[in-house]
């Protein structure tokens, strides 16, 4: 799919509205192209080494240079972020839950009623809309519907983290099993048999990552680039993150591995990154913080999304979207910087 995506046209065409005219246009995968990978981390059935990518040499941490951000102080803190592909959203601290960029031009991704009090959102990757994990354990969703992606299952009541990815959803419930549903046309939702003990999850394009709490890495669907060929060799894992069609893991000693397309240098790794506590994949970027408050980024730069602010510091959270990316600094303020086109980095001042 390109980066500017079909389905963004409904944009266009309810500007017609007025006019008693719409159209929309979308695309639906191919699922005679691709097969259904599970991949293991050890003692892996696949056939030959995946393409990994570990630090390189001659890449360095990207410059800071001169970009349009947008940093606003709040009224009530921001505890978390994350960033679709063309939205935002930002949860406070009072359990309320705020989306702005695409959303709020068509009004499908408005967010439901009642939707306090929220513990953690996820905003949907590649569609208008997203997850809301409340603080009762069960799962709220909102937005387009093209593949029930917002469809939550029933009985999901013990849930303990959520991730909304290209046309689907996962779901970790309490005991450490995966639930799944949406689009499934290359088995992005047929959860492994088995698979259990999972103490992290994460959504792809059309794949899905899941970390065991032995530090092992689990991956299904979609491998057209080889972003569910888990390297064989990688252990020790804290933290996962799946992009478009590439896929990164934070290890315990602070560095980050790197696996799938690299048609943008999203998985060159810059050798001197170290000491890394957070980690997020983009469509075709991805971004590191480290503890020290600052944040690395590398890839696709087509949108600015790699441009790091200047004088950006004091960072505890980040999230990649699209073609653009948030920051959350230690006061609760947000930044945003990268591609702008349906103000997703627009922060609403009365946040």
């Not at 359990?95 to 009090?117: F, K």
């Not at 290359?186 to 003990?197: A, D, I, M, R």
Request: with cysteine; charged share 15%; proline share 4%.
């Amino acid at each position: 799919m390109q980066k500017s995506h079909l389905f963004l046209i409904l944009v266009i065409s309810l500007c017609c509205l007025g006019a008693g005219l719409a159209f929309v246009e979308v695309s639906t995968p191919d699922v005679k192209n691709d097969t259904l990978t599970v991949a293991h981390p050890i003692n892996t059935s696949l056939t030959g080494q995946p393409d990994v990518f570990l630090p390189e040499k001659n890449v360095s941490l990207n410059t800071i240079s001169e970009i349009t951000q947008n940093m606003v102080s709040r009224t009530e803190n921001v505890i978390a972020i994350s960033a679709g592909n063309e939205q935002s959203l930002a949860l406070l601290e009072n359990g309320t839950v705020i989306s702005w960029g695409a959303r709020n031009m068509t009004g499908l991704g408005d967010l439901p009623t009642n939707l306090t009090p929220v513990g953690a959102v996820s905003a949907g990757k590649y569609h208008l809309g997203g997850l809301a994990l409340k603080n009762d354990g069960t799962v709220r969703a909102w937005g387009w519907k093209w593949f029930h992606e917002w469809d939550v299952p029933p009985g999901l009541e013990e849930i303990t983290a959520i991730s909304s990815g290209g046309w689907h959803n996962l779901a970790l419930n309490r005991n450490g099993t995966v639930v799944a549903w949406g689009d499934n046309g290359y088995g992005e939702c047929t959860v492994p048999s088995g698979l259990t003990n999972v103490s992290a999850i994460s959504a792809g394009y059309y794949f899905s990552l899941a970390l065991k709490d032995d530090g092992s890495v689990i991956a299904w669907g979609r491998n057209s680039h080889g972003q569910c060929s888990v390297p064989e060799k990688l252990k020790h894992v804290h933290s996962i993150s799946a992009g478009e069609q590439h896929s990164l893991a934070l290890i315990e000693d602070g560095s980050v591995v790197a696996w799938g397309n690299n048609y943008y240098g999203q998985c060159n790794v810059p050798h001197n990154l170290t000491n890394v506590i957070a980690i997020s994949a983009g469509c075709d970027h991805s971004l590191a913080l480290k503890d020290d408050g600052t944040v690395v980024a590398w890839g696709d730069n087509q949108y600015g999304q790699c441009n790091i602010p200047k004088n950006l510091t004091n960072v505890t959270a980040i999230s990649a979207g699209c073609n653009h990316s948030l920051a959350l600094k230690d006061d609760g303020t947000v930044v945003a910087w990268g591609n702008n086109q349906y103000d997703q980095c627009d922060i609403p001042q009365e946040l």
